[in-house]
Structure formats: structure tokens, C-alpha cells
């Protein structure tokens, strides 16, 4: 796993089976871009997930603004569009899952967490950029932290103190000699790996979207040589089953996120019981 | 420079460990994208969105209301129109009534102009009995004193000169009977 962040592209180009060359697989030095300006070492510097992020954020904004800026009773063909995603999150997401009532104030919130998450995966197969910004922990890790100091001030803000720590620990008297280990489970599994596995959730999808469209990318050219190019043309169907699937899992994977991010607004306003 | 970028990197080789920087852009990233659609952008979508329902809903209504008014007149329709029949039987047994009586009036009337017609002639033949009456009591009397003057100017034993002064008197009152026919 030698990895020479220097490199542009994902892997070396002059490099076919039978030419006594290894095959460069994909791993971790996959993630890592060499800043684009300043330096790796000062942490201060600006790379190409940056880049993306910025861009795809530019774009969710875009569209919006395009559908919705001077949006019509007759809706156009823009409108419709953005109002079909906006109402698929709203009615779909929020509406189920916190209801109509409560969960008006959080719709903004779910809406942008969604379609800028699903922006961020879909870099995944836009050529050129050909890289899931999500694949990143510290992308999905500050959307999971906004979303965890949400849902932990909501718990604290509706039930007070006292009620919040029975909230994060599942407090049930019925329990009996049980509860105070599933009190400390429940605390563990509410207020410390809820948001871990909230952001990895996401992350790991992308990362491992992201490695198998690299390993059958790679291989397709890799493989090129000899009867390699037999396998190469099986491996390049691969790559276009893959980006398919990835197409699917992006939108899924914010779709979860989102899905998550309700049920954690809704354990926080709903009654203790 | 090569060197130092690999170090870097093999620190950074564990992908669970965040770089700073792209935390900051994410937080940047994702506050733009909610920035916009929570302060504009999807509040200007919900009152449209709203405007629409209302505009649906306003539609719905006036159709409502249309129905309604559309019900009412056909209502009002019919109610004339059952009116209108209504008045037209009535207008028709008037009529009949109206002729019923016309014709017993007039039969009244007929009954009663014969009566006066009758009467007339009643009164009419008795003013001529009796002007009759008058003019024969006149006659007769004055018959009667010639008569009488013819009998006391001839000898009222003679039997046979009685009957035929009688004779004569019979005769010239048959005469005059005829004269004056």
C-alpha cells in the first residue's frame, strides 16, 4: 500500500498484465489528493474534495434557485422537478417518520441534508470529478455533528434535565434488576456511537462504492493485453453494473441519512415513556 | 517535497481519522446549500405551494357554488313552471265557470225576456178584451136604445111585427158585424 499522493490519476497508465508489471490496486491512498494549493502539512489547504464539496454545493443551490426563485401557481418543467424531490422529502421522510405538526420546522433542515448528500455521492460518476466527496469521514462526520447537537439539545430543551438522561438511557422501571446495565448500554449506543455510525454509515458506502468502481476501472485497463482483454471487456461490464449500483446506493445512502436524522429529531421530541 | 507529502500521507492513511480542513468545508459546503433553501428558497416554494392549494381549493368552491346556484335556478324553473301549470288549470276552470255561468245568465235572461214577452201579450190581449168589452157595452147599449125606440114606435102586441122588428134588428146588427169586419 505504498502511496504516492503525487500521482493524479487513480493509477499508473503505462502499466498492462504480462508486461511485468503488478496490478495497482486501488486502497487507501485512492482517498488521498495532493492539495491543489498550500501544503498538506500546515492544514491549510485546499484540495479536490474541497473543490467538489464547494462545487456541489454551488449546484444543489443552483438548481434550487432555478426552480424556486420565482416559482409559479403552474409549476414549469424545473419546478415540477425540484418540487417532486422537495415533496419526497417532505411528505416521504419528515411527515412519516416526525409528523406534520412537529416536524414543519425541521423540513429546511432534512431537504438540504438530502440533496447536498446526495449531491456529494453523485460526484462518484460524474466524469472528471469521478470521486464520492462522502468517501471523506470529515464530510459525513460534520453533517452527523450538526445533526447529533440538534437532537441532543432538542432532548434537553423538551425534557429537561432529568428527562433528557432517562430519554438517552431508555429509563423503564419495569426492567428491574436489568436496567441499570441496559441503562448503560442504551447511553453508550444513544449519546456516543449514534453519531459514529451515523457519519460511517455514509462514509463507509461511498468509500467502498468508490474502491469497487476503481478495482473494475483499473483491471479493465490493467487486464488489456493478450487474452487479458477477454477479462478486460468482462471487467468493463462490471464497471458499468457497478456505476449503475452506485447510482442506486448514492440516493439510498442520503435517503438513509436523512431517514436517521428524523428518527433521531423524533426519539428527542417524543414523550418518555 | 515528494518526501514529505508521503509521510503526510501515510499519517492520514487511517480514513476514519478527519482532516481538519475538510471538516471546515463540509461545515461551509452544507451551510451554504441550507442557507439558501431555508431562508429563500423553500419559503418562497411553500407560499406558492400554498397559493395553490388555496387556488385548488378556491376553484373547488366556486364550482360548489356554481352547482348550487345552478340547482336554485332549476328549482326557481320548475316552481314557475309548476306555477305556471297551476295557473293555467286555474285560468282553464275559470273559464269553464265562467261559461257555465254565462250560459245559465243568458239562459235566465231568455226565460225571462218569453216571460216578458208573454206577459206583454197577456196584458196586451186583455187591454184589447176589454177595450173590446167597452166599445160592444157601448154598441149594445146603443143598440139596444135604437132597438127599443123601433119597438116603441110600432105596436108591441103584434106578435108578428114583434119578430120581425127582432128580425130586422138581428139583420142590421149582423149588417154592421160585417160592416165594421
Given at each position: 500500500?505504498?502511496?504516492?499522493?503525487?500521482q493524479?490519476?487513480?493509477?499508473?497508465?503505462?502499466c498492462?498484465i504480462?508486461?511485468?508489471?503488478?496490478?495497482p490496486?486501488p486502497?487507501l491512498?485512492?482517498?488521498?489528493?495532493?492539495?491543489?494549493?498550500g501544503?498538506?502539512d500546515?492544514n491549510v489547504?485546499?484540495?479536490?474534495?474541497?473543490?467538489?464539496?464547494?462545487l456541489g454545493s454551488?449546484?444543489?443551490?443552483?438548481?434550487?434557485?432555478?426552480?424556486?426563485?420565482k416559482?409559479k401557481?403552474?409549476?414549469?418543467k424545473?419546478?415540477m422537478?425540484?418540487?417532486?424531490?422537495?415533496?419526497?422529502?417532505r411528505?416521504?421522510?419528515v411527515?412519516?417518520?416526525?409528523?406534520?405538526?412537529?416536524?414543519?420546522?425541521?423540513?429546511?433542515?432534512?431537504v438540504?441534508?438530502?440533496?447536498f448528500?446526495w449531491?456529494m455521492n453523485l460526484?462518484?460518476?460524474?466524469p472528471?470529478?469521478?470521486?464520492?466527496?462522502t468517501?471523506i469521514?470529515?464530510y459525513?462526520?460534520?453533517?452527523?455533528?450538526?445533526?447529533y447537537?440538534?437532537w441532543v439539545?432538542?432532548?434537553?430543551?423538551?425534557?429537561?434535565f432529568?428527562g433528557?438522561?432517562k430519554?438517552?438511557?431508555?429509563?423503564?422501571?419495569?426492567?428491574g434488576?436489568?436496567?441499570?446495565l441496559s441503562?448503560?448500554?442504551?447511553?453508550?449506543?444513544?449519546?456516543l456511537?449514534?453519531?459514529f455510525?451515523?457519519?460511517?454509515?455514509?462514509?463507509?458506502?461511498?468509500?467502498?462504492?468508490?474502491t469497487?468502481l476503481l478495482?473494475f476501472t483499473?483491471?479493465?485497463?490493467?487486464?488489456?493485453?493478450?487474452?487479458?482483454?477477454?477479462?478486460a471487456?468482462v471487467?468493463?461490464i462490471?464497471?458499468?453494473?457497478m456505476?449503475?449500483?452506485?447510482?442506486f446506493?448514492?440516493?439510498?445512502q442520503?435517503?438513509?441519512f436523512?431517514?436517521?436524522?428524523?428518527?433521531?429529531?423524533?426519539g428527542?421530541?417524543?414523550e418518555?415513556? | 517535497?515528494s518526501?514529505?507529502?508521503t509521510?503526510a500521507?501515510?499519517?492520514?492513511?487511517?480514513p476514519?481519522?478527519p482532516?481538519?480542513?475538510?471538516?471546515?468545508?463540509?461545515?461551509?459546503?452544507?451551510v451554504i446549500?441550507?442557507?439558501?433553501l431555508?431562508?429563500?428558497?423553500?419559503?418562497n416554494i411553500?407560499k406558492v405551494?400554498?397559493?395553490r392549494?388555496?387556488?385548488?381549493?378556491?376553484?373547488?368552491e366556486?364550482?360548489?357554488?356554481?352547482?348550487t346556484?345552478a340547482q336554485?335556478?332549476l328549482?326557481?324553473?320548475?316552481?314557475?313552471?309548476?306555477e305556471?301549470?297551476?295557473?293555467?288549470?286555474?285560468l282553464?276552470?275559470e273559464?269553464q265557470e265562467?261559461?257555465?255561468?254565462?250560459?245559465?245568465?243568458m239562459?235566465?235572461?231568455?226565460?225571462?225576456q218569453?216571460?216578458e214577452?208573454?206577459a206583454?201579450?197577456?196584458?196586451?190581449?186583455?187591454?184589447?178584451?176589454?177595450?173590446?168589452?167597452?166599445?160592444?157595452?157601448?154598441?149594445?147599449?146603443?143598440?139596444?136604445?135604437?132597438?127599443?125606440?123601433k119597438?116603441?114606435?110600432?105596436?108591441?102586441d103584434d106578435?108578428a111585427?114583434?119578430?120581425?122588428?127582432?128580425d130586422?134588428?138581428?139583420?142590421?146588427?149582423?149588417?154592421?158585424?160585417?160592416?165594421?169586419?
Amino acid at each position: 500500500m505504498s502511496a504516492d499522493p503525487t500521482q493524479v490519476l487513480a493509477f499508473e497508465t503505462d502499466c498492462h498484465i504480462f508486461d511485468g508489471c503488478g496490478f495497482p490496486a486501488p486502497g487507501l491512498h485512492s482517498f488521498l489528493f495532493e492539495p491543489l494549493v498550500g501544503d498538506a502539512d500546515s492544514n491549510v489547504y485546499f484540495n479536490k474534495t474541497m473543490l467538489l464539496a464547494l462545487l456541489g454545493s454551488i449546484i444543489v443551490v443552483g438548481f434550487f434557485w432555478a426552480a424556486f426563485r420565482k416559482p409559479k401557481v403552474v409549476p414549469g418543467k424545473l419546478q415540477m422537478v425540484a418540487e417532486t424531490g422537495y415533496d419526497f422529502i417532505r411528505r416521504g421522510v419528515v411527515y412519516e417518520t416526525i409528523g406534520k405538526k412537529e416536524g414543519e420546522k425541521y423540513v429546511p433542515l432534512i431537504v438540504s441534508l438530502f440533496f447536498f448528500i446526495w449531491m456529494m455521492n453523485l460526484w462518484s460518476i460524474v466524469p472528471l470529478a469521478q470521486f464520492p466527496v462522502t468517501s471523506i469521514i470529515s464530510y459525513p462526520l460534520v453533517l452527523a455533528l450538526i445533526v447529533y447537537v440538534l437532537w441532543v439539545s432538542l432532548t434537553f430543551k423538551r425534557h429537561g434535565f432529568v428527562g433528557a438522561f432517562k430519554n438517552f438511557t431508555g429509563y423503564d422501571k419495569s426492567l428491574g434488576a436489568v436496567l441499570p446495565l441496559s441503562m448503560t448500554i442504551e447511553f453508550f449506543s444513544n449519546l456516543l456511537v449514534r453519531p459514529f455510525t451515523h457519519a460511517v454509515r455514509l462514509f463507509a458506502n461511498m468509500f467502498a462504492g468508490h474502491t469497487l468502481l476503481l478495482l473494475f476501472t483499473i483491471a479493465s485497463w490493467y487486464l488489456l493485453n493478450g487474452i487479458g482483454i477477454a477479462y478486460a471487456g468482462v471487467s468493463f461490464i462490471m464497471v458499468i453494473v457497478m456505476t449503475a449500483f452506485e447510482l442506486f446506493i448514492q440516493a439510498l445512502q442520503a435517503y438513509v441519512f436523512v431517514l436517521l436524522t428524523c428518527s433521531f429529531i423524533q426519539g428527542a421530541l417524543a414523550e418518555h415513556h | 517535497m515528494s518526501q514529505l507529502l508521503t509521510v503526510a500521507a501515510e499519517e492520514m492513511e487511517n480514513p476514519l481519522v478527519p482532516p481538519i480542513p475538510e471538516l471546515v468545508i463540509g461545515l461551509i459546503a452544507f451551510v451554504i446549500v441550507f442557507g439558501f433553501l431555508a431562508k429563500k428558497l423553500l419559503p418562497n416554494i411553500n407560499k406558492v405551494l400554498e397559493q395553490r392549494r388555496e387556488a385548488i381549493e378556491g376553484g373547488i368552491e366556486k364550482a360548489e357554488a356554481a352547482q348550487t346556484e345552478a340547482q336554485s335556478v332549476l328549482e326557481q324553473y320548475k316552481a314557475q313552471l309548476a306555477e305556471a301549470r297551476h295557473e293555467a288549470a286555474r285560468l282553464r276552470q275559470e273559464a269553464q265557470e265562467q261559461g257555465a255561468a254565462l250560459i245559465t245568465e243568458m239562459r235566465a235572461e231568455g226565460q225571462r225576456q218569453r216571460e216578458e214577452i208573454i206577459a206583454a201579450g197577456h196584458s196586451q190581449i186583455e187591454a184589447d178584451r176589454k177595450a173590446a168589452a167597452s166599445a160592444l157595452r157601448q154598441d149594445v147599449g146603443k143598440l139596444a136604445t135604437d132597438l127599443a125606440g123601433k119597438l116603441v114606435g110600432e105596436s108591441l102586441d103584434d106578435h108578428a111585427r114583434q119578430s120581425r122588428v127582432i128580425d130586422r134588428f138581428l139583420d142590421d146588427l149582423e149588417e154592421k158585424a160585417e160592416a165594421s169586419r
